[in-house]
């Protein structure tokens, strides 16, 4: 067989027999003795036979009852019980996933999106995954594999691509790092206009925010497209994955489960009502830094109570996109809260701690009784190890903290503390509460939710103009745009590591590092 270099696209002129496809397919991830091969929606077994007859261990999932019965008596007459192993149910909520070395799907693009988050929280590093015909989408393949289909006069060529779980994320950093770049190379000169025209006020703050939130939002959702096959599922049979024993009574595989939450709405309608929710934001943190402040927060608990029953309306099922509305109605809240402590009943270095156990304890309560499992909102140890997070985290955070430092300039946190207490109050205070807290919120519930609806890219886009505009408070248009950019970084690195330790530890060693230079 033709060695294969990463990325390269390998013709072949013709694949004879199904079976060559198959073999071919096996070639391509490298499947070895011994090794644990997963088919997820298995039809007629084909893929199972071939892999258990090259020493794999051969798992498979299969929905429709006639199909695993048919598989099922096939292993027994072979002989084959001892190396092949069935499982009737939902691929969508298959524990075998984690068991695989070699993952096989033959999904549409709707299938591969909602198993993608499934696979991104089950895999094993390393593992090896083929998908025919169609790309999963936000994950680069390591190799593409091109043969002529000897069963099929609709498609006569069939794509194979192999993706190898850790080395898959190329395209996706290029996207999600190429947005923010456009962002501030297109802000920058408007930015330098508006300042020449208006001065440095009021006025240029407001003007350039506006800007900004335009500008990032349309970069954010620029519709990228992954290239697919543009046929209906329907078209798409495969001799990797006949059917001969379906009943046309039993229902299509795969079926999606209700296990998995999912939105029945196009990705375009998910775009539009979080622009309309952005700009919300927007009008509510410039009124509640105006002298219209009240005006502002009666936005803010306007957005609190009517975005949750929006998100009921549009998301019955309790599925991502109500999660990622009622985490903008988290953030909505956490400007409310303000409310009960007015600066002079608290002391400055007690208005912090208070406010952000208020909103932990909030947070805690809201993914408690949405029943959201810890990972799912990155609450994990992640992909990678521990130090090379923390090193992530700390680079990163450095880097964050001094550019902030000659934008902002502040003043000592605690004027006229030693060096010992102002050390103890950032740590616990800036690094601990506030990193983790706004983390939890900002990329650990509402990009993760967006994720599952939108490409990444657009989610940690869409989640940065929105944490950018939190920080208008401090009146200073070059403050939104380091958030801005730090939003991109730190929502990168938790999609990149599975976790929030590399961005927690980003966000609160960039305080650290602000205050201590303001020292």
Do not use: C
Not at 213 to 221: D, H, P, Q, R, S
Not at 309 to 314: D, E, S, T, V, Y
Not at 440 to 457: K, M, N, T, V, Y
Request: glycine share 8%.
């Amino acid at each position: 067989m033709k060695v294969l270099k990463p990325s390269s696209v390998y013709k072949a002129p013709f694949a004879e027999t199904p079976e060559a496809m198959v073999e071919a397919a096996l070639d391509l991830a490298g499947l070895k003795p011994g090794e644990t091969f997963v088919d997820l929606g298995f039809g007629d077994g084909r893929m199972l036979f071939a892999a258990a007859g090259r020493g794999a261990v051969a798992m498979g999932v299969e929905i429709r009852p006639v199909l695993y019965e048919g598989v099922r008596k096939i292993a027994s007459d072979m002989g084959l019980k001892d190396r092949i192993f069935l499982e009737l149910g939902d691929l969508y909520e298959s524990e075998l996933i984690r068991k695989a070395d070699v993952l096989y799907a033959f999904l549409d693009d709707e299938g591969l999106r909602l198993l993608k988050p499934r696979l991104e929280a089950s895999l094993k590093p390393g593992a090896r995954l083929v998908t025919l015909s169609n790309r999963i989408p936000g994950w680069k393949p390591l190799r593409t594999l091109r043969l002529r289909d000897p069963e099929s006069r609709l498609v006569p060529r069939r794509t194979i691509y192999l993706y190898v779980f850790g080395k898959h994320y190329p395209s996706e950093a290029f996207r999600t790092f190429l947005i923010g770049f456009l962002t501030v190379a297109f802000f920058a000169p408007l930015y330098a206009f508006l300042l020449e025209a208006l001065g440095y006020n009021y006025g240029l703050h407001v003007a350039s925010v506006i800007a900004f939130a335009i500008i990032g939002l349309f970069m954010a959702f620029i519709p990228f497209r992954e290239f697919s096959p543009l046929l209906p599922a329907s078209l798409l049979s495969s001799p990797l994955h006949p059917s001969p024993l379906t009943s046309p009574s039993l229902p299509p595989n795969p079926s999606p489960s209700k296990g998995i939450h999912r939105f029945h709405g196009s990705p375009s309608l998910v775009r539009l009502l979080f622009a309309l929710i952005t700009l919300l934001f927007l009008s509510e943190e410039l009124l509640l830094n105006s002298p219209l402040a009240l005006y502002g927060l009666s936005s803010s608990i306007l957005g609190f109570l009517v975005l949750p029953a929006i998100a009921a309306i549009l998301d019955p099922e309790n599925g991502w996109l109500r999660k990622a509305i009622e985490a903008s109605a988290l953030i909505m809240a956490t400007r409310v809260v303000l409310t009960p402590f007015p600066m002079g009943f608290l002391s400055l270095p007690a208005f912090l701690p208070a406010i952000y156990t208020l909103i932990l304890a909030g947070l805690t309560i809201y993914i408690a009784y949405r029943r959201i499992e810890a990972r799912d909102v990155r609450l994990s140890k992640g992909k990678k190890s521990l130090g090379f997070q923390a090193s992530l985290g700390l680079a990163s955070g450095s880097l964050v903290g001094i550019a902030e430092f000659f934008i902002l300039k502040p003043s000592p946190i605690l004027p006229g503390a030693s060096l010992a207490e102002t050390m103890a109050y950032v740590t616990i205070v800036l690094v601990l509460m506030v990193g983790f807290v706004e983390e939890l919120l900002f990329r650990g519930l509402l990009q993760a939710s967006l994720e599952r609806l939108l490409p990444p890219w657009q989610a940690i886009g869409a989640t940065s103009v929105i944490f950018s505009l939190m920080h208008i408070g401090w009146m200073n248009p070059l403050e939104v745009l380091l958030a801005y950019g730090a939003g991109i970084v730190f929502g990168y690195l938790a999609k990149a590591t599975g976790s929030l330790i590399a961005p927690m530890i980003a966000h609160g060693f960039g305080n650290l590092v602000l205050y201590l230079i303001a020292l």
